[in-house]
């Protein structure tokens, strides 16, 4: 039956359709192909996430190898929840991506941006389904190793260097990874993340089990750009072609983040993680710095690109603090803000590539009184920083509000402060970009612009809707959310409360 393939159809469509694009070689059949699987994709993450509410986890062994001896695919809450997330960004930006692409790269390599693309896609989602420690490895090359070509595919020279940088970065936390993964497997003799978590349960004290923790959850940390392990990610999502920067800001390092989750939680266990390792203790310094620095940065930053690149830093920052609070309420915090700091970014990295396609650029000079001639382009990045800022009937707000309940329920009045002190930050840089727009002067020799066009608007916009939408309407979002961290969490601290 073919509900029961599923979870390897997830994985196999983007696979299969790579090398189709590249086979169409140029234009829009490449795109119409690529188009098409992000949304076959899509609508079996639907699927998914609609089965596993139904009825709980489901598994999915190739080649009818029953784990631990086979690769098992597991689709459990957090794992749909995650799907959902990268599918839904996919969906949406490949039908963007085709006057985009067109603008920013020539004929020549269209097929090899959409092979790259589904490649990176069919990566990231086998990361989030498999359930074996080491194809997880696999996966993670593939998304990394198309993510560094797609960067490299920049009209700026400097793309080159960001890749580049990337890629020494990406290979160092890959090989930390994998170096933790074998010394997992010395002990246990398995690579099955289920298997594993049941045998290590014995092991408790272990050098060698805490050497591995630690490689495991660096080489997790450079992939998702914790501060100060964040030095690749500037450049990278300044220097990318559009589609590339909004893609990856809203997908890679949410990934990895729910990679390091599935390892902290699933794997070695709450217990041994903040209870024998006291993770917390280099989380919490360490999130907090890259929220205060992320913030601060992005002020100074001429760059729309740039800017909003070190506010994912401080966003990343965010969801560490909710992790770092060791209670259901952190947990749920981190998420949400997993979830809507991929709506929001998303918006914003869809506006700002509608910028970019008329104006050829993105620094605060280019876009001086654009307002005027894209008041719809400007209005959806408006709305995606005030998402960001975390102003009432928002994502963002929704995201920061569980975010301080778990600060409280901890007595920690300093993480509270910084919270609302960075939001504060935010207004800053989020005005630079408003006040440039809106009540700056368009030089007398400037080219007519026009409004973006309607492939471009209509999925920003769509983005732009879903953050005011689940802003406002969290049942889903919150209850799935809480539901996964309460199954994750348990023994945890409890609480909550709803805005």
Same mark, same amino acid.
């Given at each position: 039956?073919?509900?029961?393939?599923?979870?390897?159809?997830?994985?196999?469509?983007?696979?299969?359709?790579?090398?189709?694009?590249?086979? !169409? +070689?140029?234009?829009?059949?490449?795109?119409?192909?690529?188009?098409?699987?992000?949304?076959?994709?899509?609508?079996?993450?639907?699927?998914?996430?609609?089965?596993?509410?139904?009825?709980?986890?489901?598994? $999915?062994?190739?080649?009818?190898?029953?784990?631990?001896?086979?690769? =098992?695919?597991?689709?459990?809450?957090?794992?749909?929840?995650?799907?959902?997330?990268?599918?839904?960004?996919?969906?949406?930006?490949?039908?963007?991506?085709?006057? +985009?692409?067109?603008?920013? &790269?020539?004929?020549?390599?269209?097929?090899?941006?959409?092979?790259?693309?589904? !490649?990176?896609?069919?990566?990231?989602?086998?990361?989030?389904? %498999?359930?074996?420690?080491?194809?997880?490895?696999?996966?993670?090359?593939?998304?990394?190793?198309?993510?560094?070509?797609?960067?490299?595919?920049?009209?700026?020279?400097?793309?080159?260097?960001?890749?580049?940088?990337?890629?020494?970065?990406?290979?160092?936390?890959?090989?930390?990874?994998?170096?933790?993964?074998?010394? !997992?497997?010395? &002990?246990?003799?398995?690579?099955?993340?289920?298997?594993?978590?049941?045998?290590?349960?014995?092991?408790?004290? +272990?050098?060698?089990?805490?050497?591995?923790?630690?490689?495991?959850?660096?080489?997790?940390? &450079?992939?998702?750009? /914790?501060?100060?392990?964040?030095?690749?990610?500037?450049?990278? $999502?300044?220097?990318?072609?559009?589609?590339?920067?909004?893609?990856?800001?809203?997908?890679? %390092?949410?990934?990895?983040?729910?990679?390091?989750?599935?390892?902290?939680?699933?794997?070695?266990?709450?217990?041994?993680?903040?209870?024998?390792?006291?993770?917390?203790? &280099?989380?919490?310094?360490?999130?907090?710095?890259?929220?205060?620095?992320?913030?601060?940065?992005?002020?100074?930053?001429?760059?729309?690109?740039?800017?909003?690149?070190?506010?994912?830093?401080?966003?990343?920052? $965010?969801?560490?603090?909710?992790?770092?609070?060791?209670?259901? %309420?952190?947990?749920?915090?981190?998420?949400?803000?997993?979830?809507?700091?991929?709506?929001?970014?998303?918006?914003?990295?869809?506006?700002?590539?509608?910028?970019?396609?008329?104006?050829?650029?993105?620094?605060?000079?280019?876009?001086?009184?654009?307002?005027?001639?894209?008041?719809?382009? /400007?209005?959806?990045?408006?709305?995606?920083?005030?998402?960001?800022?975390?102003?009432?009937?928002?994502?963002?707000?929704?995201?920061?509000?569980?975010?301080?309940?778990?600060? !409280?329920?901890?007595?920690?009045?300093?993480?509270?402060?910084?919270?609302?002190? %960075?939001?504060?930050?935010?207004?800053?840089?989020?005005?630079?970009?408003?006040?440039?727009?809106?009540?700056?002067?368009?030089?007398? =020799?400037?080219?007519?612009?026009?409004?973006?066009?309607?492939?471009?608007?209509?999925?920003?916009?769509?983005?732009?809707?879903?953050?005011? $939408?689940?802003?406002?309407?969290?049942?889903?979002?919150?209850?799935?959310?809480?539901?996964?961290?309460?199954?994750?969490?348990?023994?945890?601290?409890?609480?909550?409360?709803?805005?």
């Amino acid at each position: 039956m073919i509900f029961d393939n599923l979870p390897a159809l997830l994985v196999v469509l983007p696979l299969l359709g790579a090398p189709l694009c590249l086979l !169409l +070689s140029r234009g829009r059949p490449a795109w119409l192909a690529a188009t098409l699987v992000s949304w076959l994709v899509l609508a079996i993450s639907i699927a998914l996430l609609w089965q596993v509410r139904a009825g709980g986890e489901l598994h $999915y062994a190739f080649g009818d190898w029953a784990p631990p001896w086979g690769i =098992d695919y597991v689709v459990d809450r957090l794992a749909a929840y995650v799907l959902l997330i990268v599918a839904a960004i996919a969906a949406v930006v490949l039908p963007y991506s085709w006057r +985009s692409v067109r603008r920013e &790269l020539p004929t020549r390599l269209h097929g090899i941006f959409y092979t790259l693309l589904l !490649l990176c896609l069919a990566g990231l989602l086998g990361i989030v389904i %498999t359930g074996d420690a080491f194809n997880l490895f696999v996966l993670l090359e593939i998304s990394s190793l198309s993510t560094y070509a797609l960067i490299s595919l920049g009209r700026d020279r400097r793309a080159l260097t960001a890749a580049y940088q990337y890629l020494i970065m990406g290979t160092i936390g890959a090989t930390f990874y994998i170096i933790g993964v074998g010394l !997992l497997y010395m &002990l246990t003799g398995t690579l099955n993340m289920a298997d594993m978590a049941a045998r290590m349960a014995a092991m408790e004290g +272990s050098n060698t089990l805490h050497t591995a923790f630690a490689f495991i959850v660096v080489g997790l940390a &450079l992939k998702l750009a /914790m501060f100060p392990l964040h030095l690749w990610l500037p450049n990278a $999502y300044a220097f990318a072609p559009s589609v590339v920067t909004a893609f990856l800001a809203a997908t890679a %390092t949410k990934v990895a983040l729910y990679a390091m989750i599935r390892f902290i939680y699933n794997v070695f266990g709450p217990a041994f993680t903040f209870g024998e390792m006291h993770v917390q203790l &280099l989380v919490l310094p360490l999130a907090a710095a890259g929220v205060f620095v992320g913030s601060v940065v992005a002020v100074f930053q001429h760059g729309l690109k740039r800017m909003l690149a070190y506010s994912s830093v401080a966003q990343i920052g $965010y969801m560490l603090l909710g992790i770092g609070a060791m209670s259901v %309420t952190g947990l749920t915090a981190a998420l949400l803000h997993l979830f809507n700091h991929a709506l929001m970014k998303g918006a914003l990295f869809l506006a700002v590539g509608a910028l970019v396609y008329r104006l050829g650029g993105s620094r605060l000079q280019d876009i001086a009184g654009i307002a005027r001639d894209m008041p719809w382009t /400007m209005a959806a990045f408006v709305i995606g920083g005030l998402s960001l800022i975390g102003v009432p009937g928002t994502v963002g707000f929704i995201s920061k509000w569980y975010l301080i309940l778990a600060a !409280l329920e901890n007595g920690w009045w300093p993480v509270v402060v910084l919270v609302l002190v %960075t939001s504060l930050v935010a207004v800053v840089y989020i005005w630079r970009v408003v006040e440039t727009a809106y009540f700056g002067v368009r030089p007398a =020799d400037a080219a007519p612009v026009r409004e973006a066009p309607l492939a471009l608007l209509v999925p920003t916009w769509l983005l732009v809707a879903a953050n005011l $939408y689940f802003g406002i309407a969290t049942g889903l979002t919150v209850g799935l959310a809480g539901d996964i961290a309460a199954g994750l969490g348990a023994g945890l601290g409890a609480g909550g409360g709803a805005p």
